[in-house]
C-alpha cells in the first residue's frame, strides 16, 4: 500500500534535526526512499567528508521516509513511528554528495497484522548508501523501525 504522504513537505518544513541535516527527498514510494546528504563543512569529520553521526541520521530519515510511504495510513491512524535500534556498517569513506536508499526488509503484511493485534509493531529495514557519482557502495545501515499506538 502507498500512501499519499508528502515526505519531501514534511521534511521540508521540519525546524529541528532534518533542518540542521539538510537532506533531499529525491523520490519516496513504497518500494524504497532515497535520500540525498551533500553536507556542509558544519556536518564534516576530521577526514573532510560527512561525520558518521551525519550519515546515521540521513539513514534513520530515508528508513523514516519509507515507513510513512508504506505504513502512512497506520501513522495517520495513530501509530507514532520511532528508531528501535540499527546497526551501521561504514566500508568505505564518503568525501561528497552521498544517495541512502532504504527499502523494507519484513513483509508488509507481518507488520500490518503484529499491529492490528497488538497496536505494535517492530520491523527491518535496509539502507545501503553510494557515492552520487559513482554509486560506489559505502555503508550499510540496518534499522529496526517500530510503529506503536500509545
Known amino acids: 500500500m502507498t500512501s499519499?504522504?508528502?515526505?519531501?513537505?514534511?521534511?521540508?518544513?521540519n525546524e529541528g534535526f532534518v533542518r540542521t541535516?539538510?537532506?533531499?527527498v529525491v523520490s519516496a514510494t513504497a518500494e524504497r526512499a532515497v535520500l540525498r546528504l551533500d553536507a556542509g563543512p558544519a556536518l564534516h569529520n576530521h577526514l573532510g567528508g560527512p561525520h558518521a553521526a551525519a550519515l546515521f541520521g540521513l539513514g534513520e530519515?530515508?528508513?523514516?521516509?519509507?515507513?510513512?510511504?508504506?505504513?502512512?495510513?497506520?501513522?495517520?491512524?495513530?501509530g507514532v513511528p520511532?528508531?528501535?535500534?540499527?546497526?551501521?556498517?561504514?566500508?568505505?569513506?564518503?568525501?561528497?554528495p552521498v544517495l541512502a536508499t532504504a527499502t523494507l526488509v519484513?513483509?508488509?503484511?507481518?507488520?500490518?497484522?503484529?499491529?492490528?493485534?497488538?497496536?505494535s509493531a517492530s520491523f527491518d529495514c535496509?539502507?545501503?548508501?553510494?557515492l552520487?557519482?559513482?554509486g560506489q557502495q559505502t555503508t550499510?545501515?540496518?534499522?529496526?523501525?517500530?510503529?506503536?499506538?500509545?
Open 4 to 13: 499519499d504522504i508528502d515526505v519531501a513537505a514534511i521534511f521540508a518544513d
Open 126 to 130: 535496509e539502507v545501503v548508501f553510494t
Open 106 to 119: 519484513d513483509s508488509e503484511e507481518s507488520v500490518r497484522e503484529r499491529f492490528a493485534e497488538r497496536g
Open 61 to 78: 530519515l530515508a528508513a523514516f521516509a519509507l515507513l510513512l510511504k508504506r505504513f502512512g495510513d497506520l501513522a495517520q491512524a495513530g
Open 132 to 134: 552520487e557519482g559513482d
Open 140 to 150: 550499510v545501515m540496518r534499522p529496526r523501525m517500530t510503529l506503536k499506538q500509545l
Open 21 to 24: 541535516l539538510g537532506p533531499t
Open 82 to 96: 520511532f528508531i528501535k535500534s540499527s546497526s551501521i556498517e561504514f566500508g568505505a569513506l564518503v568525501t561528497g
